[in-house]
């Protein structure tokens, strides 16, 4: 495998409990399995809040100093800069001098809480990298998903239809039916996309447009998905 980041969620969120059992347990003692020397793997950890924080500069075999650092972490009272972490174990990768830079997995320890990883659309990794989601929010797999995106397809004229494509991102091991309700001009539009696991879903709209030229404004959202 080379190398490996390992990324912690150490947000508010990961302190939920249900049933005596707390989120950010569930990830550390993952965490803790992903950093046990295996072959010639070398690793680094992560602690994902506001801001990003490795354990080390670069990577190590130093496996007993990684798993001392994820049993002292605790949740903080901070939201997630999602891709602030992920830009960070990219940088960690891609650090100039090593003769596999560029290549690695990064694994992500997380609750995918809705409001944290909104704005994670857009974020580009290396082609060299594998990203991983190990997802350890309460129940079983749960199906959390987000809009990872707005855009339209092809010009957009007064009196001619205006076809928009919304992005859906399905964080869980499992597919996911849901409904994306999109308003535009006051109207209220429907439409029925299927996510596969890991995967993204796309639902198509197609919007009228006024006669004369003006704005057509709006927000889209998923019905029935979990924050």
Known sequence: ??????????????????????????????????????????????FAG???????????????ALEAE???????????????ALAKAAQLLTQQ???????????????L????????????LPPGVELLFDYVGLGPDAGNLTLAGVARQGRA??????RLRVEVRNFAGS?????????ANGRVYRQEVRCPAWQSGIALFEVP?????????GSARILEARD
């Open 157 to 162: 004229e007064a009196g001619q239809p205006l």
């Open 175 to 183: 597919e996911q039916l849901r409904t994306v309700a999109l308003t």
């Open 1 to 46: 495998l080379g190398r490996r980041v390992i990324v912690l969620d150490v947000s508010r969120s990961m302190d939920a409990r249900k049933g005596g059992v707390r989120v950010f347990d569930r990830a550390q003692a993952r965490a803790l399995r992903y950093a046990r020397r295996s072959g010639d793997l070398r690793a680094n950890v992560l």
């Open 113 to 124: 809480q809705e409001t944290n990883w909104r704005h994670f659309a857009g974020t580009e």
């Open 50 to 64: 506001a801001r990003p924080q490795a354990v080390f500069d670069s990577f190590s075999t130093n496996f007993p």
């Open 97 to 111: 001098g090593a003769e596999d830079a560029g290549r690695g997995q990064i694994v992500v320890l997380t609750d």
């Open 209 to 217: 447009t006024p006669e004369d030229a003006g704005w057509v404004t």
């Open 70 to 84: 994820i049993r002292r972490a605790a949740p903080r009272d901070e939201e997630l800069d999602a891709r602030a």
